[in-house]
């Protein structure tokens, strides 16, 4: 008899970009960005059901699996990215994503308003920039936030 670990773990997943600037404008470029977050997340079978690129971070709504812990995700996640995004040429100067992450459980009855949340990332940030998003968030969870100097 074999053994199976078995986990159902939904995760919001939020990274910027170094320094947080708004290093990608171009909408199509973000686009390809998302689409190849979901390519490189099914190629190391991890469920990412949804993601958004905005110009200064991204969200990730993901499972995760048993074989990987948070960090080595968003290391994954954050390194692969990064490197296709240099691979690709598209931007004028090397890109690269800032330090650190959150990464916040959501609970199954939650799952569809942090998934709308996300989709609805451009109307929502025509109200609040990324850093009052990042420092709700932080509060929220009952976290100390730490600001990058």
């Known amino acids: 008899m074999s053994l199976h670990s078995y ?5 919001h997943l939020i990274w910027a970009t170094l320094k947080r600037e708004k290093l990608l404008p171009v909408k199509a470029v973000r686009k390809q ?5 979901y390519e490189y997340a099914a190629s190391k ?3 990412m059901k949804k993601n958004y690129v905005n110009a200064d971070h991204t969200h990730a709504v993901i499972d995760l699996p048993t074989n990987f812990s948070i960090e080595d ?3 994954l996640f954050k390194g692969s990215s990064s490197h296709w995004i240099n691979q690709n040429d598209f931007l004028k100067t090397k890109f690269s994503w800032g330090r650190g992450y959150g990464a916040f459980s959501v609970s199954e009855s939650n799952l569809e308003k942090t998934v709308r949340y996300i989709a609805n990332q451009e109307e929502h940030h ?3 920039t990324f850093e009052e998003e990042y420092e709700e968030f932080i509060k929220a969870y009952g976290l100390k936030y730490l600001k990058e100097e």
């Open 126 to 128: 025509r109200r609040k």
């Open 33 to 37: 960005i998302s689409n190849y977050l």
């Open 45 to 47: 079978k991890i469920y």
């Open 73 to 75: 995700v968003l290391h």
């Open 7 to 11: 986990s159902k773990c939904w995760l």
